[in-house]
Structures are given as C-alpha cells and as structure tokens.
C-alpha cells in the first residue's frame, strides 16, 4: 500500500495519498464557492463537510485531483496523516519520497546510483533551441562537451544531430556532466538554449 520513490511532487511534497471517498465527484469544480455549497447541501455529512474544510483551509499547502471515484492529495507528511486518520477506510493507498533521501528540492532527483555511475547533472536543452541561439553557440557548446568527453555525455541522438549540425532543428533532450563546475561555463555559452539542469543527489552508502 505504500511505496517509495526519489523525487518530490510538484517540485514540493513528499507525500501522496489516495481515498476511494463516496460522493467525491460532487466537489467539482474544486472553487471555494462551490464547496461552501457542498457542505451546506450535506450539512449532515461529517467526511463531505471535512473534506471540504480541509481543501479551503489548507489550499496553498496542497496540491489534489479527483480522478473517477478517487481523491488523490499531495502534501506534507503532517497532512497525509491528517487525512490518513480521517479517511482510514476510505484510504486506498500511498506514496512518498524515500526517507533516505535528504533536502530534495525541484530540481533535484535523490538515487541510489548516479547515471552511468558518474554524472551528477543533468542539463536539458529547450525544444526549439535554434530559436534562441545562433549557431555559433551552438557550434561553441558542441565543441566545449567534445573537448571534455570524459566529464560530458550527450545520450539522445535527435539532440546530437542538432549539435552537430546534422539537423537545423532541436527536438530538446538532454546530456549529463559529472560536475558543477561545468554548469557555469555551459550557461554562458548558451544559456538561453537551456530549459532546467537536474541534479542527482546519491544516497549515503549508495552504489556507483
């Protein structure tokens, strides 16, 4: 019933927990207005009033979707056991980001293993990169991750053609460096082309 993984939803939350709660269809659209008319239509219903309070009063905390008969909320821990609690036998399942993994935030992604047993980031170039730089940036960050093979590894091939100009388009992708120190001079050849860079945070006593 509970799993784990590595990264954080929505860039924000560790947790997710999922309820099969009858009646929940009624709650959309999810407007404060129209959920103050949920709990006056079922006054008498103590989870329908609940579950409509704790959307209003902790909207900025969550994220939630109701998908078919199910309400799936993303969260902190604190409120998923709120939730968990309340909706115990309505509570279907969970989810939340391994507990070995520390001080993830958006952009980082917690492993047990770096990628191809090195690479610590992750740099993706936007779809459509040709219209942000010219070619001789383009030219000049190709040549930058040629002249350092060892630390630098573009794995897609629709992204290589393009840096090698075997293809006037980019269809994004992405390419790996082992450390930071690439990142800046990377940004300064072609920032604009660059969408987000992802960092892969290994867990202590993780595998390379």
């Keep these: 019933m509970r799993k784990h993984h590595n990264k954080l939803y929505y860039g924000k939350f560790k947790h997710k927990t999922v309820f099969k709660v009858p009646g929940s269809l009624m709650f959309y659209p999810t407007t404060n207005e129209h959920l103050l008319q949920v709990k006056k239509n079922y006054a008498n219903s103590p989870d329908m009033n609940f579950l409509a309070d704790f959307i209003i009063n902790n909207r900025n905390n969550i994220k939630f979707r109701f998908q078919g008969r199910k309400v799936i ?53 936007k779809r459509d990169a040709q219209l942000y730089i010219t070619n001789t940036q383009r030219d000049n960050l190709r040549n930058f991750l040629e002249r350092n093979v060892d630390d630098c590894l573009v794995t897609g091939n629709a992204l290589l053609d393009y840096l090698e100009d075997k293809s006037q388009h980019c269809f994004g992708g992405y390419f790996y460096v082992t450390h930071d120190r690439y990142i800046t001079p990377i940004y300064m050849m072609a920032q604009e082309a660059i969408d987000k860079v992802i960092q892969f945070r290994k867990v202590e006593n993780g595998s390379n």
């Design 73 to 125: 909320f993303y969260s902190k821990k604190n409120l998923a056991q709120q939730l968990i609690e309340r909706f115990w036998d309505f509570w279907i399942g969970s989810e939340s980001v391994d507990p070995r993994f520390k001080n993830l935030n958006s952009n980082t992604v917690g492993c047990s293993r770096l990628p191809h047993g090195k690479y610590r980031f992750q740099v993706h170039v």
